[in-house]
């Protein structure tokens, strides 16, 4: 079975902080994952994938499988990243999205 | 262009009640999905569609929950003898062609059962 822990509901940064939202999977196949992101009054989106190794709003996640972890980090935090983050893992069938509970990040001014 | 929508965004019934609940997705999206996030829980999935193929309904919590997809575009998410704990937000998504395109979501319907 696939799962995936985000251990914090709640991460709450001043403005220009260092930001990690952490994420963990369980997965006993090669795992492909994904950070999706939800503004305030917004729809749920893609933020970036693993495979992309991208940087996206100054966002970057690096997959370890040693740790099984796919954190979210972010050197210097602004308001507008507060929001609701989730981590996804996909299966090697690719038809199943599994999502952790999600972390809200709270930046403060 | 349009995104996926989703009908009604809100819906109140009482327990016992059928509901209906409908996602257009984004044209030319072969894929759909729906997923429910209840109080307090993350997303979880229902229900995967892509193409012509059979459905995969192996994350529909129980026989009361069905999903059909007409002409591979429209879905309908039914939920028979609605109960309390089916209280939650229903989203849709959809991408071009599977899972490992990016998902495309809908604003989601709230349902409450009284």
């Known amino acids: 079975a696939q799962r995936v822990t985000q251990p914090e509901k709640l991460l709450s940064v001043f403005k220009g902080a260092p930001v990690e939202l952490k994420c963990n999977y369980s997965?006993?196949?090669?795992?492909?994952l994904f950070w999706y992101v939800q503004y305030s009054r917004q729809r749920l989106q893609l933020l970036l994938r693993h495979i992309s190794r991208e940087s996206i709003k100054g966002f970057t996640a690096d997959l370890n499988k040693g740790e099984t972890s796919f954190h979210l980090k972010k050197p210097f935090a602004q308001e507008e990243d507060s929001a609701m983050y989730y981590c996804a893992l996909l299966n090697n069938a690719g038809n199943m999205l599994t999502f952790g509970g999600g972390t809200r990040l709270m930046v403060k001014p | 262009g349009a995104g996926v929508s989703q009908s009604p965004s809100n819906k109140v019934t009482e327990k016992g009640k059928d509901v209906e609940l409908r996602c257009d997705p984004i044209?030319?999206?072969?894929?759909l999905y729906w997923y429910r996030q209840s109080l307090g829980q993350g997303l979880e999935f229902l229900i995967y569609f892509q193409g012509n193929s059979a459905p995969d309904k192996s994350g529909l919590p129980s026989d009361r929950f069905s999903a059909e997809r007409t002409g591979g575009s429209v879905s309908t998410l039914t939920i028979q003898r609605t109960q309390q704990e089916d209280s939650a937000v229903y989203l849709c998504?959809?991408?071009?062609?599977?899972?490992?395109?990016?998902?495309?979501f809908g604003p989601g319907t709230r349902l409450l059962v009284l």
């Open positions: 998504a959809s991408s071009f062609k599977g899972a490992r395109e990016t998902q495309y």
């Open positions: 044209s030319g999206h072969t894929a």
């Open positions: 997965y006993s196949g090669s795992p492909e």
